[in-house]
């Protein structure tokens, strides 16, 4: 569930900033932000 809402999070910017959504998502985790929104999620 995280994680689905994760990567929903990155693709959204992805797409609103457009650029290509698997970049995007490799970004996102790479610089551990989805890992960030993910805690944040689960906590709430």
């Known amino acids: ?3 689905y809402i ?6 959204y910017i992805c797409v609103y900033i457009y650029m290509c959504v ?3 998502i ?3 985790v790479y ?3 989805c890992v960030y929104v993910y805690v ?3 906590i709430y």
């Open 40 to 42: 944040y999620m689960c």
């Open 31 to 33: 610089i551990y932000m």
């Open 26 to 28: 490799y970004i996102c």
């Open 22 to 24: 698997c970049v995007c």
């Open 1 to 3: 569930m995280c994680m």
């Open 6 to 11: 994760c990567v929903y999070i990155c693709v």
